[in-house]
């Protein structure tokens, strides 16, 4: 049998001079019954948390809370409510120690006793779960990544502030503006680390242990799992391892300086020129490791392919690792690549949450590693690459950076205009069509996920406010629609992208003989979208479907053609906070590919920061 046996040295826990706590609350010693049940509920807790989808058949116990913290008992009748009867006592288990944030934000700090606020405790071992997986995992103890609802009440000022903030917001801007500059600059690994955490004295020790191997993360339609990709091999995870309105036409200019006027534009109204490709430069994508397993990386370089043979492209990949371990570029056929939104990205590992929400080059990815000493070193540098390659994409996910800054008379002072944006993990531009929401106001079949709304982008504006920036989408909306009758030539062919006009005349041939055809219907004209509402690229269906239906030719055979957008992911459907803009597609991906990579990012583009 499989004993696994935890400890979390690091704590914030206090414990208060006995006047601190309710009269009837009394101390219970140490070894009780009550905290023998916790400790064996949160082993199994942090067992589930380490190892997802396994049969929970092993011993699994937390060996003690963290210092500071321990229980209190209420002993009280268990009759009716109001009832002063007589009958079995009912024990109320308290687990004290979480530290009074009162007076300075330090225990002790208020002096007089009727100053003192109540103390907080914790009434089951799920409750206190959150906050111990926090202790174990955060070195630096910063409490805007604890999870448990003492530390978001603290973060949030208490519930009733929660509540008059709800009542007095009269809907969101949009996602909130982009975060200051990360903590440390330098592109350089991380300061020293200080006090002793939890990857130097956190869950360090193992009574016993056998390591045990998960196969995959189990089967979802839109993972990259068995049979679709992601996780073919198994790996070992080590118990307590703590993852303003303008036309297509017109014509305007980029915003340039001395050094970068070489690569002016002579329109930057017209399309990017990789605006047929499939797979753009600066994009994140998933590439086949090996057999069905994909893994993250980033295009560094296109290669075009026998114009004749289809996927014949190639491209340079960086694999998304971490700083400490960066991995060889590599080659790889478009065969063997997908766009990030056809897989989900699977679940980061519970115990590395909180580093999820840190930035990459401030995390201390060799601490971390050096700690998995029970691991031979390939296994620890799989294990940590693989994670954070996760988070490195579910970062970039939420983030985004400009390009081609334009200039516009038509829109407003406190706007800037572009001719594109890395938006997530993929490259758009004015001109070219992206996947939209609507609302139900705009149209009946709002929420049909049969129906893809397209919008042609007209600008991409950054409206700069005292409130923060909020990044604009503005174009004309179409709905691509089959018709009864023969196909006949549209009149609104130049209204589209070329990707929405190669779509039309695919899908035309398709259904050629059997007396349908399809045309683009506008169904919203010059309208802005937040950034929260573009969904992401609109693909044409002849060259993603084949990756998706391995039976995508014997449907268009029989004239059937499987719908491909409904069955894509869209931007922010990862796990993660907004980050919004960066000032770069570099330092987006910060931390998760060496400082001095070499982007190309395609011809034509010029970065704005």
Not at 283 to 308: C, H, M
Not at 543 to 566: H, V, Y
């Amino acid at each position: 049998m499989t004993s696994i046996r935890y400890f979390c040295d690091q704590s914030d826990g206090v414990f208060y001079s006995e006047e601190r706590y309710p009269e009837d609350h009394k101390i219970l010693n140490a070894g009780n019954k009550f905290e023998v049940g916790w400790l064996k509920k949160l082993g199994d807790l942090l067992t589930e948390n380490c190892f997802p989808g396994r049969d929970f058949k092993e011993h699994s116990e937390l060996l003690k809370l963290p210092a500071g913290y321990h229980f209190r008992v209420r002993h009280r009748a268990a009759g009716k409510t109001g009832s002063r009867g007589s009958g079995p006592v009912r024990h109320d288990i308290y687990l004290y120690g979480y530290p009074d944030k009162g007076g300075n934000g330090e225990p002790g700090d208020v002096k007089d006793p009727s100053q003192f606020q109540t103390l907080k405790y914790y009434r089951s071992a799920i409750e206190f779960f959150h906050h111990l997986l926090w202790l174990s995992t955060t070195p630096d103890l910063n409490q805007d990544t604890c999870g448990c609802r003492h530390c978001k009440d603290h973060r949030d000022g208490g519930p009733d502030q929660q509540i008059k903030r709800r009542i007095s917001n009269q809907g969101p801007r949009g996602p909130p503006g982009p975060p200051g500059p990360p903590p440390g600059s330098n592109w350089g690994p991380p300061p020293p680390p200080g006090p002793p955490g939890p990857y130097g004295d956190g869950f360090t020790g193992f009574t016993e242990f056998n390591p045990v191997t998960i196969h995959g993360w189990g089967r979802h339609t839109s993972y990259p799992g068995p049979g679709s990709g992601y996780g073919g091999q198994g790996y070992t995870v080590p118990t307590g391892f703590n993852t303003s309105e303008t036309s297509p036409s017109e014509s305007g200019s980029i915003l340039t300086s001395p050094k970068t006027a070489s690569v002016h534009a002579t329109n930057t109204r017209q399309p990017q020129t990789d605006e047929s490709a499939l797979f753009r430069e600066g994009e994140v994508v998933w590439y086949r490791k090996v057999q069905e397993s994909f893994r993250l990386g980033l295009i560094l370089e296109n290669f075009t392919g026998d114009p004749a043979a289809p996927f014949s492209g190639t491209s340079k990949i960086k694999p998304l690792s971490h700083f400490h371990r960066p991995l060889e570029d590599i080659d790889r056929s478009e065969v063997d690549m997908r766009p990030f939104l056809t897989f989900s990205v699977p679940p980061i590992n519970g115990a590395l949450q909180a580093l999820a929400q840190q930035p990459m080059d401030a995390v201390p990815w060799n601490v971390i590693e050096s700690r998995l000493s029970l691991l031979a070193e390939d296994k620890r540098r799989e294990i940590l690459s693989l994670e954070a390659s996760k988070i490195a994409a579910c970062r970039v996910d939420h983030s985004f950076s400009l390009f081609n800054p334009l200039v516009n008379h038509r829109v407003m002072a406190n706007q800037m205009n572009f001719g594109g944006a890395f938006l997530g993990c993929e490259k758009v531009g004015i001109s070219e069509a992206v996947r939209v929401r609507i609302d139900q106001l705009e149209h009946p079949e709002w929420n049909n996920l049969d129906l893809t709304f397209a919008m042609v982008l007209k600008n991409i504006i950054l409206d700069r406010t005292d409130k923060g920036e909020q990044l604009l989408f503005r174009g004309d909306i179409w709905l691509l629609q089959e018709m009864t009758g023969p196909a006949q030539y549209p009149s609104n062919l130049d209204q589209l992208s070329p990707a929405m006009c190669r779509e039309k005349v695919f899908r035309d041939e398709v259904k050629k003989g059997h007396g349908t055809h399809f045309d683009w219907l506008k169904v919203l004209a010059d309208v802005t979208k937040p950034e929260t509402a573009v969904k992401g690229r609109f693909y044409e269906s002849q060259k993603l479907g084949p990756m998706l239906n391995p039976n995508w030719d014997k449907f268009l055979k029989s004239g059937q053609i499987p719908p491909i957008q409904k069955s894509l992911n869209n931007r922010f459907d990862s796990k993660g906070s907004y980050i919004g803009r960066t000032e770069s597609r570099l330092r987006a991906l910060a931390g998760s590919i060496p400082h001095d990579t070499a982007l190309s990012l395609g011809p034509r583009v010029v970065e704005w920061a």
